[in-house]
Every structure is written in structure tokens, then in C-alpha cells.
């Protein structure tokens, strides 16, 4: 099993940066990538971006590419999120997830997941 632990959301205004933070535990042996989910109130919940934890390949959705940089550091077994330029439209609940394979979009593809953490965009 591996426990995943996210950090770092809360409220900012347009604009603004906020950095995300996902600690994992465990077998983390197992972790093939990593990826940022997100879900708005009564929205279902999307992908954001993903990392290949060996290779650092990344992937992004269309709506933050550009805004959005994801990282990880494999010695401390942590995930980030840089979110710069900030929309309204980015506030939701952001999850960490966790895989043995390769990079996924879909909420499917992901075997381990955290418990969530706020983000909310003032106008």
C-alpha cells in the first residue's frame, strides 16, 4: 500500500500562485507516476497533470498548461504542483494520486489516493 498526504492549498485571489505539496509513504517502491486530480462542487472530478516518477515525463490538461508545473522529488517521495496565474475557475478540491506504471489521464488509472486538499480562487 501507499499513503498519500497532500499540503499547501487555501484561499488566494486571482492571480496569485500556490504550491501543492504530495508526501507518500509505504511501498513506494511501487509508484510508477504521480498525478494531480481536481473537483469543483458538483463536478465530477478531472485530471490536472501527471509525472512519470523515473523519467520525468509529464503530462497536462489543456486548462492549466502554461500555469501549471509539476515536480517531484524522489528522495523525499514528494510530489508539487506550482499553480501560477490563478483563475476563479481553478477553485476545487485538489487530490494526489499514485499508480505503478506509466503516466494516466483518467481517474481509473490511478491505484492510490489522498484525502484531499482546498483550493479556493477569489475573483
Known amino acids: 500500500q501507499v499513503q498519500l498526504v497532500e499540503s499547501g492549498g487555501g484561499l488566494v485571489q486571482a492571480g496569485d500562485s500556490l504550491r501543492l505539496s504530495c508526501a507518500a509513504s509505504g511501498r513506494t517502491f511501487n509508484i510508477g507516476s504521480m498525478g494531480w486530480f481536481r473537483q469543483a462542487p458538483e463536478k465530477e472530478r478531472e485530471f490536472v497533470t501527471a509525472i512519470n516518477w523515473s523519467g520525468g515525463n509529464t503530462r497536462y490538461t489543456d486548462s492549466v498548461k502554461g500555469r501549471f508545473i509539476i515536480s517531484r522529488d524522489n528522495a523525499k517521495n514528494t510530489v508539487y504542483l506550482q499553480m501560477n496565474s490563478l483563475k476563479p475557475e481553478d477553485t476545487a478540491v485538489y487530490y494526489c494520486?499514485?499508480?505503478?506504471?506509466?503516466?494516466?489521464?483518467?481517474?481509473?488509472?490511478?491505484?492510490?489516493w489522498g484525502q484531499g486538499t482546498q483550493v479556493t480562487v477569489s475573483s
Open positions: 494520486a499514485a499508480n505503478s506504471y506509466t503516466v494516466s489521464g483518467s481517474l481509473g488509472g490511478y491505484d492510490y
